[in-house]
């Protein structure tokens, strides 16, 4: 089975493919363009920028603009829906969501998730933007959003309409009360045998809800954007934990549900003193780590060796893989 490699980057979208253990970079599109996500499925490519977004139904060798219908262009997150074809999810800065059911030629905006971000002030703290969306997580019709700060939002017809979840409040400054999760949701992962078995990384730790987040554990106390589950063990999780934003970032692992933790450190230098993990992706039998400082890593998730790869790329904001 081959794959291509898809990174957004701050001047475009890079193809890599790979012979043997080695990566190399195939070609580029888009290059004009600050990309911050992308998402690919059945050979189509989606891809969002600062200033909009784009199209390719043929692996990336031709694009088309596709937007129609998406009122903010600075794009957050980009996922197509796993299981239902043709239906895809726009986070964007200022928070707000956008949904196609077509393939991308036209958008809806969800106005409850508008009415929601103006009702409780959501907020970043390092734009003047009222927040935002950064993460989708879909199992058939139910589907979750991470917002920054703005909490966990969830919906249970595909993306049609949306509320936060019961544990998590809408107001970011409000007082949270135990089994609550933080309100700065970096991303958001759902496992593929339950919809209610969902893991969260925010600025506020690691969290876990066994029942579509009524209820939080929070599994680790760090600020953290990016974790991945085992998809054949649900008590193996690993994560990019940090000490603040950018500084002393890692990478942790449990074997046991998160009840205790340890290093995974083979092939790096941890801690990072001025970077962390941003994203974490499977291809494969391969973990690749989006890191804050536009590097990739890769290793295999049993073995968890890191080396780094495509060195020559310093700038990249988000991964994805294409199986053929």
């Not at 690749?288 to 290793?299: E, P, Q, T």
Request: hydrophobic share 40%; with cysteine.
């Amino acid at each position: 089975m081959n794959e291509v490699f898809f990174i957004a980057t701050t001047e475009g979208v890079l193809t890599a493919r790979r012979e043997a253990e080695h990566w190399y970079i195939a070609g580029q599109a888009l290059a004009a363009h600050h990309v911050t996500a992308l998402s690919v499925r059945d050979g189509k490519i989606l891809v969002g920028t600062t200033k909009g977004l784009f199209h390719s139904g043929d692996l990336g060798r031709s694009w088309r603009p596709a937007g129609e219908g998406v009122t903010i262009q600075h794009a957050r997150w980009l996922a197509y829906h796993p299981d239902i074809g043709g239906r895809a999810f726009l986070g964007t800065e200022p928070a707000a969501i956008f949904v196609t059911t077509d393939e991308a030629q036209t958008w809806r905006i969800c106005p409850e998730v508008a009415e929601l971000r103006d009702e409780h002030s959501w907020y970043l703290p390092y734009s003047p933007e009222a927040g935002c969306v950064r993460g989708f997580a879909a199992h058939g019709d139910r589907v979750y959003a991470a917002v920054e700060q703005g909490g966990l939002l969830r919906s249970d017809d595909q993306g049609a309409t949306w509320q936060p979840v019961i544990g998590s409040l809408p107001d970011p400054r409000a007082a949270r009360p135990e089994g609550f999760i933080h309100p700065d949701v970096h991303s958001v992962l759902v496992r593929s045998s339950s919809p209610d078995r969902v893991l969260a990384s925010t600025g506020g730790g690691l969290y876990f809800s066994m029942d579509g987040g009524a209820v939080w554990e929070q599994l680790y106390d760090c600020y953290c954007r990016a974790a991945w589950m085992d998809p054949q063990d649900i008590n193996h999780i690993i994560f990019g934990p940090a000490d603040s934003v950018d500084e002393k970032g890692r990478i942790e692992r449990t074997l046991d549900g998160g009840k205790t933790w340890s290093a995974t450190a083979i092939g790096i230098q941890v801690p990072w003193p001025k970077h962390m993990v941003e994203r974490l992706v499977q291809i494969g039998p391969e973990l690749i780590a989006v890191l804050s400082n536009g590097h990739l890593l890769s290793a295999l998730s049993n073995i968890l060796a890191w080396r780094r790869i495509l060195p020559e790329v310093e700038n990249a904001t988000s991964v994805a893989v294409e199986m053929l």
